[in-house]
């Protein structure tokens, strides 16, 4: 495969990925298409690539929390004391939306976040008119209301941005929060406490 394959198949994964929504019908769809660890795309062996790279190793040690995530690697590490009990694969920012550098807290947890920014505009009838929207960047329907995305296991480090469960194709993908495999999120949600430091580098 040539470099220009190789890019246009890169472009095309996120570009069928692309969107606002970071926990949708993606995540249960076997038709689902993941950028594969060579580059190409796969719908065989689902979340393979999160699953590989990501694992908790922290319950019987001890130490206060801190978590490092590395936005060139789309890692998350997590420590106790000085030592790495958990890695996981994430997605981060887009390009135009990146996550913000910089060293924050856990400022929030709520286990069952919606999004106020990031959804689809509903009718009436339940039914969607524009999908996957920013609300402040898509004018609403006459008609419609906004029904915001779902972000289980939402940890915000500045506002509007969090660890929370997403789809992770393998790139930066998000507008700006960092997507977690459910069972990792879980995991972070329930021994995380609020103001663990978290730093965001490249």
């Known amino acids: 495969m040539n470099s220009f394959q190789k890019f246009f198949l890169?472009?095309?994964?996120?570009?069928?990925?692309?969107?606002?929504?970071?926990?949708?019908?993606?995540?249960?769809?076997?038709?689902?298409?993941?950028?594969?660890?060579n580059g190409s795309l796969t719908s065989q062996e689902r979340g393979t690539f999160a699953d590989r790279?990501?694992?908790?190793?922290?319950?019987?040690?001890?130490?206060?929390?801190?978590i490092t995530i590395d936005l060139s690697e789309q890692r998350l590490y997590y420590?106790?004391?000085?030592k790495l009990v958990a890695v996981s694969a994430v997605s981060t920012g887009a390009e135009g939306r990146e996550t913000r550098t910089g060293h924050y807290k856990i400022s929030k947890k709520d286990l069952h976040h919606v999004s106020s920014e990031c959804g689809d505009y509903v009718n009436r009838q339940g039914e969607i008119v524009v999908k996957n929207v920013v609300v402040r960047e898509v004018s609403m329907p006459a008609g419609a209301h906004f029904v915001g995305s779902p972000m289980p296991y939402y940890m915000m480090i500045y506002p509007g941005v969090?660890?929370?469960?997403?789809?992770?194709?393998?790139?930066?993908?998000?507008?700006?929060?960092?997507?977690?495999?459910?069972?990792?999120?879980?995991?972070f949600f329930e021994v995380t406490p609020i103001g663990t430091p978290v730093t965001v580098q490249r």
């Open 162 to 187: 969090g660890m929370h469960t997403g789809f992770l194709p393998g790139v930066p993908d998000s507008h700006g929060c960092i997507r977690l495999p459910d069972r990792m999120a879980k995991t």
């Open 79 to 82: 420590y106790k004391g000085n």
């Open 10 to 37: 890169l472009f095309l994964g996120v570009s069928l990925f692309s969107s606002c929504a970071s926990y949708d019908h993606r995540l249960n769809d076997p038709s689902t298409r993941y950028l594969g660890l």
């Open 53 to 66: 790279i990501s694992y908790w190793d922290g319950d019987a040690i001890s130490g206060a929390p801190s």
